[in-house]
């Protein structure tokens, strides 16, 4: 009922307000240039969440700005924002596309029914969709689907959020995966137990390599 809420007055702000920036609520851009330029730290890590190959994220979370505008993205309905971020996506993997040479599909982190009813979308599914068209790769959204309702992990300790995701996804179409590189897309990565499970399940299903895309860590 809250993320309806503030859904629902999502929607009703940016009617009233437009052009208003996500990062510091100054009128013109919905994100600002000079927003964008203070978000990016740390873009590149080595792999550290498990049954990840690599593991790519644009900046971290406990950045002001970018944390505002991903809340405003994820809860408020802001949804224009994910051409502003999977431009940064495509700017961020674009040095190391030689490592996905051959054949690459993109996929999203699912959500369930509910959650997506209720925020009228489902964020990583905007992302991973406009990367897909701004890179040429391929999408597929009959893929990955969420095979059991979970507890929000923003409620969650580290050690429940394991619990939480486990066997909350599956895989649907396998053949479509089957030795194939994955470049899985979320919003934001915390302790890394979706993104795990969600790549433990797709290498089960025959994928030949996970890489995980996330805006903030």
């Given amino acids: 009922m809250i993320t309806l809420i503030h859904t629902t007055l999502?929607?009703?702000?940016?009617?009233?307000?437009?052009?208003r920036c996500a990062g510091c609520d100054k009128n013109g851009d919905i994100f600002c240039k000079e927003c964008v330029n203070k978000t990016r730290k740390n873009p590149r890590s080595k792999a550290s969440v498990l049954f990840l190959d690599r593991l790519y994220h644009w900046g971290i979370y406990e950045n002001e700005i970018l944390s505002r505008a991903l809340r405003r993205f994820k809860y408020y309905g802001a949804s224009g924002l994910s051409d502003i971020f999977s431009d940064l996506l495509v700017k961020l993997?674009?040095?190391?596309?030689?490592?996905f040479a051959g054949k690459v599909i993109v996929l999203a982190i699912p959500a369930s029914i509910a959650r997506k009813?209720?925020?009228?979308?489902?964020?990583?599914?905007?992302?991973?969709?406009k990367f897909s068209k701004k890179t040429s790769l391929e999408y597929f959204a009959d893929v990955l689907i969420k095979s059991k309702n979970t507890t929000s992990q923003?409620?969650?300790?580290?050690?429940?959020?394991?619990f939480n995701q486990k066997d909350s996804f599956a895989v649907l179409n396998p053949?479509?995966?089957?030795?194939?590189?994955?470049?899985?897309?979320?919003?934001?990565l915390t302790t890394g137990a979706t993104l795990s499970e969600a790549a433990r399940v797709l290498k089960?299903?025959?994928a030949l390599e996970v890489t995980g895309l996330v805006v903030a860590k």
């Avoid at 923003?154 to 394991?162: D, I, K, M, N, P």
């Avoid at 053949?175 to 934001?188: A, G, Q, Y």
Wanted: aromatic residues 6%.
């Fill in 10 to 19: 999502g929607k009703v702000l940016s009617l009233i307000f437009p052009d």
């Fill in 93 to 99: 993997i674009e040095p190391d596309m030689r490592f």
């Fill in 204 to 206: 089960e299903a025959g």
């Fill in 175 to 188: 053949e479509k995966i089957k030795n194939k590189k994955i470049i899985l897309v979320d919003d934001i």
């Fill in 154 to 162: 923003t409620s969650l300790a580290g050690r429940e959020r394991l």
């Fill in 117 to 129: 009813k209720s925020r009228g979308y489902n964020q990583a599914e905007l992302l991973a969709e």
